[in-house]
């Protein structure tokens, strides 16, 4: 039964190399359609939160199903076959941490404390019953890319630097750090995706077999065990994570993996009191309405929360962004970047345009291509620029700042905003003057304008205005199509409506 | 045996998820977008440089397109809607010939098929109109010339009554038919 | 007595010392000289070499019109005397296209990928050891090398394509206004140089053409260079001398440059000038857009400081094929 295990490491090898390939041609511009978002679309914990947040579950997020059908069938294998981020742990733990058979005997035991996992299950999706979406915080999918984005990317050669970024990239490595004393850790104990299977694991019609008749008691299979769900006593099937590592292990061979083994199952609830679940409950239920409430988020337009285009207005974003960094990542200029501070406590790690960072670039869509809940609508290239006749799609508007600006304030000749601006024809415009310099010698100028009404917010004349540090023309996001409340202009006439 | 048959199948969800990846990697996502309406055919409803046709200068261009177009044409917008109009391109020209200055408006306009455009320039032929030698196919009076190539239509009418056109109207359509060379 | 802060040392022990103290001081010395730097200016910083050839009984350039730009690409460097005149056998060569903008060639915004192309196999052919096509966009260089078709194109005909992070950019020493900027080390490593920019409308300068386009070789802050833009772009082109101007006008932009958008704002020229006088093809790409070549600002400042003259005369018209 080895070639059990074989299977297992190739699974786990060729899954891991395909989300780091995947991110890695997702954040080095590849112009291919690849399925960048995959794993996130079979992410049944994004799903169901995002059912219970949104009411609705997006578009390719419904292969979460399949990935619960699966477990039901064969129990958490997602975990310890596919999971990215178990991968990372396992190999950490075997990397970092040789044990004795003694040790590992301990270490593999279960404790009670591993069922906190389920009340931060029951937590957020309290949570997001109360419509705080936080559940990507600690998916491990999420938890991954956004590590990844945040450690390896700004590293390499070329890479952009993320302020922020050491949290993501704290959480990362804290979890690879701590398989170092138990393995898989943050699976056990902590990983409300892990939880989410083990639950309905309970019910796999495919599970771990030990044959009482044959076993020695020697203790081999825990030895070996990933999940800590200790093959030798009431095997904990919801623990289980299908490595497959005690039949292999087995000297009798009395441990097998079948299709419903004639013994009846072992009892198997999550070994957690109601009391812990129902504090959990009551706790999300609490923290709910308070976060929205003082959070600082949703509760007004703020000026430099400038979403990526074709998101949604501002509380349904919020319902759907689970902060899974793919956006970010992929945006081509480095425009998009973690939220820290301006989207208040719920929208912390959601996406914002950070204009001295990077730009909207004008035709490019790639935010929505690959955000997996659509938080961030799908546009085409038509669609956002408004030639298929409709308005553009809109982040903001410019203001310029005329203290600060060169032909305004220094009476210096610079054109960069006008020459940067996408739109045809330019929503910046020059005005050409003659003014005398303080010594009385006339120089000409061209002065900027923003008419507002063509104006998209894209943000590349900030980005490239030479005026270091805060820059003359600045974006914020009133304007943004998005919200039309937040807008100073009476809405832009369509064809056929036109005003006489 | 039984061995054989689980490995192929724990096997099979790999193939078919490189089939699939395989799949998705030789497609490209959606390119720039192209400006609806025109095509990029030459010459496009555009109009000559007041150098090349030896004008002494040129209003701003002025664009109007299926929506705007009555701005333009006021009233009689509604037979260049019929015809297929899409686009046009629109300048006043200011000549100095002889110590006059004759001003002529310039329209080039774009239909969506040449039928149309070739229906619009023939509505819009003063009669008495005379084909102008060197350019085949226009016909002009002192006041008006109008001439058909293909998809577009050019349109020149001088503000200045009486004045001779002739030279002025020839250089104008020859610079916006075939580009302008120094 | 057994007072430790008193015990006489033996010789062993005091040569020990001795030498653990000079070793330490040795190894900081030796560290200190190794990292030391004498030099004031930055050890990267490099000349701009001269890439023109000695060819001053040829025309200063030629036109050359027709509907297929890389056959009028063939016919005007035949007027100049065959690309062998410009590229011998082993030479690197790299061309400078405008690949400015995320934008499609119908837009005009780019130079012309058939045009690149044509060049590369021209420079290949003529036994140039590699071809390098390489710009600094204003968008995002991926996407704008994909979507202007010269990242394929270029890549089709041979040539290496560097995009974005795989421009390496060093300091130069050049005067000037562009002092303290970087330029892209590809440039400085080639034996022969090809400008190839196309006609845009441009607000301040008026036109974007040749001496216009090594702005695409320059690194970040040289949006700085607009506040005096004229003197810059004459400065750059005095610091810039190419093998070959090639001036695309297959299409034109007339408005809203240099990245233009509608097809409105496009004109078809059907044409192209290639000479080694740049500041005689900037003035008849300038003619192109309706302007007296010596009313801008940077053609006219650049015949002044004698880098070439500005009239579109010079020019051989080939006439239409």
């Known amino acids: 039964m080895s070639w059990g295990r074989r299977l297992r490491i190739l699974y786990q090898a060729i899954f891991l190399l395909l989300f780091l390939w995947l991110l890695d041609r997702l954040a080095h511009g590849d112009l291919h359609d690849l399925p960048y978002a995959a794993f996130h679309h079979a992410d049944p914990l994004s799903m169901i939160a995002l059912s219970f947040a949104a009411g609705v579950i997006p578009g390719a997020m419904i292969w979460g199903l399949v990935l619960i059908g699966l477990t039901l069938i064969f129990g958490r294998f997602f975990c310890g076959w596919i999971c990215p981020l178990g991968t990372l742990q396992q190999l950490s733990s075997w990397m970092l941490s040789p044990r004795s058979r003694r040790e590992s005997l301990t270490v593999n035991r279960y404790r009670r404390w591993y069922a906190t996992k389920y009340g931060i299950l029951v937590f957020l999706l309290v949570l997001a019953l109360a419509g705080s979406l936080q559940a990507g915080l600690l998916d491990p999918l999420s938890v991954l890319a956004r590590g990844i984005g945040a450690a390896v990317w700004p590293v390499l050669p070329g890479g952009r630097s993320l302020p922020g970024g050491w949290l993501a990239a704290g959480l990362l490595f804290g979890i690879l750090l701590a398989s170092r004393w138990i393995p898989r850790l943050f699976c056990r104990a902590f990983c409300p995706l892990g939880a989410l299977l083990g639950f309905f694991a309970r019910f796999s019609l495919f599970r771990i077999h030990r044959e009482a008749a044959a076993c020695t008691d020697c203790q081999l299979c825990t030895v070996a065990c990933q999940g800590a769900d200790e093959p030798l006593g009431e095997h904990r099937v919801g623990e289980c994570v299908v490595c497959l590592n005690c039949t292999v292990s087995c000297p009798e061979h009395a441990i097998t993996y079948g299709l419903l083994p004639p013994a009846p199952p072992a009892p198997d609830r999550p070994d957690l009191s109601r009391r812990w679940l129902l504090g959990s409950a009551i706790a999300a239920l609490v923290v709910g309405p308070v976060v929205e409430a003082t959070g600082g988020g949703r509760s007004a337009a703020r000026p430099d929360l400038i979403r990526p285009p074709g998101a949604l207005p501002e509380p349904e974003f919020l319902e759907r962004c689970v902060k899974c960094s793919l956006c970010q990542q992929a945006c081509p200029t480095g425009a998009i970047q973690p939220a820290i501070f301006q989207a208040g406590v719920e929208g912390f790690w959601t996406p914002v345009i950070v204009p001295r960072r990077g730009w909207c670039e004008y035709t490019c869509t790639r935010c929505g291509e690959v955000c997996p809940t659509q938080a961030i609508t799908r546009l085409t290239p038509a669609r956002k620029t408004g030639t298929d006749g409709q308005p553009p799609v809109s982040i903001g508007t410019a203001f310029i700042d005329r203290g600060r600006c060169l032909p305004w304030g220094m009476d210096t000749p610079c054109i960069v905003c006008e020459e940067m601006c996408p739109t045809d024809p330019k929503a910046i415009w020059l005005e050409p003057v003659t003014v005398r310099r303080s010594n009385a010698t006339p120089v000409r100028l061209q002065r900027p304008h923003v008419d507002p009404s063509r104006c998209i917010g894209c943000a590349i004349c900030e980005n490239r205005c030479p005026v270091g540090s805060a820059a003359a023309i600045r974006i914020s996001s009133t304007g943004e199509t998005r919200d039309p409340l937040n807008n100073m202009l009476l809405p832009r006439p369509t064809q056929g409506e036109r005003p006489q | ?182 | 007595m057994n007072d430790p802060y008193r015990h006489p040392i033996d010789r062993r022990e005091a040569l020990l010392r001795i030498s653990a103290a000079l070793a330490a001081g040795g190894a900081v010395t030796a560290g200190g000289i190794f990292f030391h730097d004498r030099r004031i200016v930055s050890p990267s910083a490099r000349p701009v070499p001269d890439w023109r050839t000695d060819e001053a009984h040829l025309p200063p350039g030629v036109i050359a019109r027709g509907s297929d730009p890389a056959a009028n690409v063939r016919r005007a460097l035949d007027a100049l005397g065959g690309v062998d005149r410009f590229v011998a056998r082993g030479h690197t060569v790299l061309i400078k296209p405008n690949v400015g903008w995320d934008r499609l060639p119908e837009q005009a915004a780019d130079t012309n990928p058939q045009v690149v192309a044509e060049l590369v196999r021209l420079s290949l052919a003529a036994g140039a050891r590699r071809v390098i096509v390489a710009d600094i966009s204003c968008n995002d260089p991926a996407r704008s090398f994909e979507h202007s078709g010269i990242g394929p194109a270029a890549r089709a005909a041979g040539a290496i394509v560097l995009v974005g992070p795989k421009i390496r950019l060093v300091r130069t020493r050049t005067g000037g206004p562009a002092a303290g900027l970087e330029v892209m080390e590809a440039l400085l490593d080639a034996d022969r140089v090809i400008n190839v920019p196309v006609v845009k409308q441009h607000s301040l300068s008026l036109a974007t053409l040749g001496m216009k386009n090594w702005f695409g070789v320059l690194g970040r802050g040289r949006a700085r260079l607009h506040q005096n833009i004229n003197h810059s772009i004459a400065e750059l082109a005095a610091t810039f001398r190419p093998t070959l101007t090639v001036i695309d006008a297959t299409r034109i932009l007339t408005a809203n440059g240099p990245q233009g958008g509608s097809l409105a704002d496009v004109r078809e020229v059907h044409a192209l000038a290639a000479g080694i006088d740049p500041v005689a093809c900037d003035a008849w790409g300038a003619t192109l857009l309706g302007l007296e070549p010596r009313r801008v600002g940077y053609i006219a400042a650049a015949e002044g400081r004698g880098l070439g003259r500005a009239d579109p005369r010079l020019l051989e018209d080939l006439g239409t094929a």
């Open chain 2, 1 to 182: 045996m039984r061995r054989v048959i689980i490995i192929v199948l724990v096997l099979l969800p790999l193939a078919v998820l490189a089939v699939w990846i395989g799949v998705r990697a030789h497609r490209l996502r959606p390119k720039s977008a192209i400006p609806a309406g025109t095509s990029a055919t030459a010459p496009g409803p555009q109009l000559p440089s007041p150098s090349s046709c030896g004008a002494a200068g040129r209003s701003q261009l002025e664009h109007y397109d299926r929506s705007t177009v009555y701005d333009w044409l006021d009233g009689g917008a509604a037979p260049y809607l019929d015809h297929g109009f899409t686009t046009s391109t629109v300048a006043t020209y200011r000549f100095e010939t002889g110590g006059r200055t004759l001003t002529i408006e310039a329209a080039a306009v774009r239909f969506a098929s040449p039928r149309g455009a070739a229906a619009q320039a023939a509505a819009e032929t003063p009669p008495g109109a005379a084909p102008v030698p060197g350019l085949p196919g226009a016909h002009s009076t002192r006041d008006v010339l109008v001439w058909c190539r293909g998809r577009d239509m050019l349109r020149l009418v001088s503000f200045t009554p009486g004045a001779e056109t002739s030279g002025p109207f020839a250089a104008l359509a020859r610079a916006w038919l075939g580009g302008t060379a120094p």
